[in-house]
């Protein structure tokens, strides 16, 4: 088969969960004989681009570890609004029509639509089945998280009102309301929705804005090829607990700083990866709130392709996000490794790690609940030892690719 993917940004620029589920996804399809193409907005690269003869966007072609990709981005930009809030795009449209004529692709199958949600209509007009896999809430949120600009928990869009009460107050009643029917109708485009998490499914249901019925439960894989060496944790003092992702607030970084700093053992440490993006205050922040404990150490931005190097040295990695995650990316790792996890209540993550099993979990948001599980594990380190043996490894990309592969056969009967 002819696969194209669609993502919202990707590699070398973008690293995070999404775009690995796309990296993954499409080398597997590749080994199993199919042509995979990435689709992906380049928002941030600006070098090396051409006129594109069939719209009025920017486009160019490269490869990242064999994958080809066609990068494309407006002339101008639109304002932010516009990307984050607005589906339909003509230009986006027409030049997805195209690569999928050229390319003669049998599907499409789009990883997340922010800044390319055209594509998904532009591929059904051309005749070609659609699977969407949704990693986040971004066709009934705006934010795509199900996070208020105040930092507080959306418990649903409300039909557009919540969206305009808390987060869109310069948004008209109009806009709001054409970008929920233009999301329906995308749905209804789509051949196949798929989800990584049960969670996700249940919000979309609970909120009546997808019923539940209209869902795939699609497990992401892990690359095993990253495991490289006989990985076999000894749990010595200091015990070492690690975050492993993005320094956003929305990542609950200050939650998980403040709850460390409450326990006063010296037994243990704490070690920070990741870069900010954009949030450089946050980060000042953050650092400011870990300031003159010498037991905390930020490691900076890494390479996904030294995760094992990284989480060797860890003992147990903490996800202290304050939204609804859906199926992070850093805990599967994690457990693929046989590190277990410390996580927030909420979302897909307590659906990944179940408390006493292969991890723990504190309540969101909460640093002494987190801080209480910390000195938990410091006063018995042999409890860390005893969650790792019980730990249930995630599927193999291979399986999440053949069970892909099925969903795509299945359109053709």
Same mark, same amino acid.
């Given at each position: ?265 010296? +037994?243990?440490?704490?070690? %920070? ?5 954009? $949030?450089? /205050?946050?980060? @000042? *922040? ?99 030892? +005893?969650?790792?043996?019980? %730990? ?5 990309? $291979?399986? /999440?690719?053949? @069970? *892909? ?9």
């Amino acid at each position: 088969m002819r696969v194209l993917i669609g993502v919202h940004q990707f590699f070398p620029n973008h690293y995070t969960g999404t775009e690995r589920y796309v990296l993954n996804l499409a080398k597997q399809f590749q080994r199993m004989g199919h042509y995979v193409k990435v689709l992906t907005y380049a928002f941030k690269d600006k070098s090396s681009f051409k006129k594109s003869i069939h719209s009025n966007l920017l486009y160019k072609e490269y490869s990242f570890e064999g994958v080809p990709v066609v990068a494309v981005r407006h002339e101008v930009q639109p304002d932010d609004l516009s990307f984050v809030f607005d589906f339909m795009d003509m230009e986006i449209y027409n030049e997805t029509a195209s690569i999928i004529k050229s390319g003669n692709f049998d599907i499409y199958h789009c990883a997340h639509p922010l800044r390319i949600a055209s594509s998904i209509k532009a591929a059904k007009d051309m005749g070609v089945k659609v699977v969407f896999m949704m990693t986040d809430y971004f066709m009934m949120c705006p934010m795509g998280i199900m996070l208020r600009t105040d930092n507080t928990l959306c418990d649903g869009y409300g039909d557009g009102t919540n969206c305009l009460k808390y987060c869109f107050t310069n948004v008209s009643k109009e806009r709001m309301q054409r970008r929920i029917a233009d999301s329906q109708a995308l749905i209804q485009c789509s051949d196949v929705l798929l989800s990584p998490s049960k969670f996700l499914i249940a919000a979309f249901n609970f909120t009546g804005f997808i019923p539940s019925s209209r869902f795939i439960l699609s497990r992401h894989g892990f690359d095993y090829s990253q495991k490289r060496g006989h990985f076999f944790k000894r749990f010595t003092l200091p015990l070492v607990f690690g975050y492993i992702g993005t320094v956003q607030y929305h990542k609950g970084v200050h939650i998980m700083v403040e709850g460390f700093k409450k326990v006063k053992n010296n +037994n243990i440490r704490l070690q %920070i990866w990741g870069g900010c993006f954009h $949030e450089l /205050e946050y980060l @000042k *922040t953050v650092e400011r709130i870990a300031k003159n404990d010498h037991r905390i150490e930020f490691k900076g931005q890494y390479d996904f392709n030294d995760i094992e190097g990284i989480l060797a040295q860890i003992d147990m990695v903490i996800v202290p996000s304050i939204w609804y995650e859906n199926a992070p990316l850093t805990i599967s790792s994690s457990l693929a490794f046989g590190v277990p996890v410390l996580v927030s209540d909420i979302g897909g993550m307590s659906e990944a790690v179940m408390d006493g099993r292969n991890g723990l979990t504190f309540n969101v948001g909460d640093s002494e609940s987190l801080a209480e599980k910390i000195r938990l594990l410091s006063g018995d380190p042999q409890l860390i030892s +005893n969650l790792a043996m019980t %730990i249930q490894y995630p599927i193999r990309v $291979e399986e /999440e690719a053949f @069970k *892909t592969e099925l969903i795509y056969k299945r359109l053709f009967n």
